[in-house]
Structures are given as C-alpha cells and as structure tokens.
C-alpha cells in the first residue's frame, strides 16, 4: 500500500508520502515517492506517487526524460499553467500503460499508478490535482482542500476535524503528520521515512522539505504528545448519563 | 455497510452498532442491528450483525425459534458455555447457508452476515466473539481488547491510542461513541441511531442500554468537545522546526 497527501490551503500547499513498497506481504522495500521539479523562481512541481512501483518509476522517468529533451510540448518546466502539467503527467502516464498493458494482462496487479500533483508556476496561483490511473484528474478546491491515495481511511478523520482552506501552514503540517502516525499504527504496508514538503505560496522555490525516519525524535515527540493530549481530551469529556 | 464494535474490558463489555441498511445507493433504510437473548440472573448474550439483511434476519429469527423450542441442544438458553453460545449462532448462520446459497449463485452480495457476539452466562467470565461468515470464529484477547465489523478503518485510530484492558467502562463508553462519530463522518453508509450497550461483570443483566439518534443532545456535545479538544491539543503540539 501507500499513503499520499496534498493539502491546499490559503498560503500553500503540504506535501508528504510514505515509502513503503511491497510485493506480496514477504517483499517490504523503501522508495521515496516523492519527485521534484523545480526551477527557483520560475516553477515548483511536486509529484507523488501510488501504486505498482514499475508503473510509476517508468512515468517519472519518462518525464525527467521529456525534461531534458527539451521539446516544448512534452516537458513539465514548458508547460504554461498547472492545468497543463497535470495533462502532460497524464499523457506520461497512458504512454506507459500503452506500452505495458497488454504485457500485464491476467497479472493481479496490473497498471495502477496514481499521482498527486501540484505546485505553482509563476504568474498561477498554487493547485493540486489528483490524478487517476486512467489519466483524467481532479482538482481540490475550497470545499474539499486536501487531496490522499493509498491507505486513506485511517488518517481521515484527523484532517476533516482539523484542517480548513485557512489553516496556517505550521499548523496543517503538523495535523498531516498526526495523520500518518494514525496510518502507520494500522497498516504495515504504510512505513517511515515520511517525506514531506511545505510549499509557501509565491516562493517559487523548496524552502521546506524534510525527511522523517524511524526514531525521528520531533515525530515521536508529536506522536507521544497527541497521545497524551487526546486521552486527556477524553477524560474531560461529559460522562454519559444513562 | 455497516460500522459494529465489542470492547472486551476487565469490568464488563461495550456493544454498540448503527442502524443504516443500504440496496444500492439509492436504497437506505434503518434497522436496528443489535439483539439481546436475557434471562436475568442466568444470562445475557448480544449479538451486532453486519452483512446481508435477509441473512442476518434469518439467523437471529432461526435462533430466537430454537430458543422458543427449547431443545436444549440448539438454543442459547441452553447453552453452557459463551464458546457454545457462539458455535450455536455459527449453526445457524450454517444452516441459512445452506438453504440459500444456491440460490444466491450470481448475485454480488450472496450469504455474507457475520456477527459480534459476547455476553456473560452465570458460573462463566465474560466472553467476546467475532464471527465469520463461514461460521468459524476469534475471541478478543488481552492484547487486542476491541472487535469490530464493516466499515472498521475511520473510527479504529481513537481506539487504538485509548484502549486498552484496563480502561474504566464509562471511558470506553465515550471512546466507542467518539470512533462512531468519526465513522458517520466519512461513510455514508454508516448511520444514526447508534445502539449501546454497556455490560458490567457479574450483573447478569442489561442495566445501561441507550440508543442516540440524530440530533442526540449527549452525542452532539461529545462530538463539539472531542473536535474542540482535539484542536486545542492540536494548537499545543510542538512547532517543527525545519
């Protein structure tokens, strides 16, 4: 499994994914899922990734690949607007599945990446967009501000409790980190390293980028303070009079 | 779906279970999922069903006949035992099977309840079961206090971060209603009225029996406080320094 999420909000876009590959429950391996294109002051696009791991490496190397080639049609640092870096992540993406899906017939597994893509180029607002293995896409919005993949169900609860288009930058980093030690605790197939950016609006650079490994002090120190703080939550609430 | 939990405690049992039956998503209706086989003094068993209406409905009316019958073979009054009471509901759900599964071939949902069972009989601790629809089945433990059928993933990280063995009845009370609003939250197919039970050891009767509905004054007060105490906890949690 895997676990992927944008976060839009007023004053920027968060960014984290977990680097847990697996096949089959005997075959755990980390792969970061997390790529970055970036041309400071000109363009910010972050990419995360889900689903079989050959399909989604193949659809970043075909863009790093477009990159370099240069042609202005094909290449995420020509594009115009993030609209059109969602298409060109899209197009990438049914190149590969042309290309393999006859190959993957009858496997289980099949061609099933999947990305979050978002960012901003300069001149654009920030967006996120999440888009689907079959290439269409959808964009969040102010209704619906973040954006998962993956195991989605565990950490759900937390950021429809907490998060608001308004929510300051500092304060929905730390709110998407509860949710993915909510994640962690519930599925194995979820590991750490957690990779997480925080993208300020109108930077048009990674100024914020970490990386959370096992033991990671400032994210047990999150965990165990959330722990203690909901139990605590819980011992003040009104008792139930039958 | 559905959304049913037992919580196995040192002092006695939490069942609590929604209402909302679906047919599609066009179809909802509400039905109480809980049912209750009491003869104070002697006995109290509750089962949580989830799964297909017309299975779950066959197996607690097979099962309420047997007891009307009164062989002492087939019916829960009978019982001498929890592990008998629940291999007696898996005859059941066994017999059902059997008589419908053939005519089920071909349709999605086929022959698919299953049951939360526990309860206390005189002479015996307290016991808490999870059925399968193949009728085989577990009992919660030590290690793992909670048992929970359906739509199981939003509402388990409150649960997992509060219980444990030893947690006072009214607590977990709180707790398994906090999971539930969590749950209602995100899956629409989960819904109110939400049906509780809270069993003390050794009582050998159903004292404390509610059921909340929309608009429930005590539910909507924990919900407003576990989302403001949540968020103040939120507010507290160290500031990443990047």
Redesign the interface.
């Known amino acids: 499994m895997t676990y992927c999420i944008g976060v839009m909000l007023d004053n920027g876009i968060i960014f984290a994914s977990d680097s847990r590959t697996n096949a089959g429950m005997d075959n755990f391996a980390k792969f970061c899922k997390m790529t970055v294109f970036e041309r400071p002051g000109d363009r910010v696009i972050v990419l995360l990734s889900s689903g079989n791991l050959a399909g989604t490496q193949a659809v970043i190397s075909v863009l790093t690949q477009r990159c370099a080639d240069g042609d202005a049609e094909t290449n995420l640092y020509g594009a115009r607007t993030m609209f059109d870096v969602a298409r060109l992540v899209a197009d990438a993406m049914r190149a590969i599945e042309e290309r393999d899906a006859g190959h993957l017939e009858g496997n289980r597994v099949g061609f099933n990446a999947s990305f979050i893509v978002g960012g901003q180029l300069d001149g654009e607002p920030i967006r996120l967009f999440r888009i689907y293995a079959e290439g269409n896409f959808i964009e969040a919005s102010t209704d619906t501000p973040f954006l998962q993949t993956g195991e989605t ?6 950021l ?3 998060l608001t288009r308004h929510t300051p930058l ?2 929905a ?3 998407v ?2 949710s993915f030690d ?1 994640t962690l ?2 599925n194995l197939s979820v590991g750490m390293p957690i990779d997480l950016i ?1 993208y300020e609006r109108d930077s048009l650079a990674v ?4 990386r959370f490994d096992q033991g990671d002090p ?1 994210f047990t ?2 965990s165990h ?3 203690e ?14």
Chains 1, 2 share one sequence.
């Open positions: 169900k565990y950490g759900k609860p937390i429809d409790r907490v500092a304060d980093t730390k709110c980190l509860v909510s605790r519930s925080c100024q914020y980028r970490r400032y120190a999150l303070d959330w722990g703080g909901t139990r605590q939550v819980f011992r003040d609430l009104p008792e139930l009079s039958w």
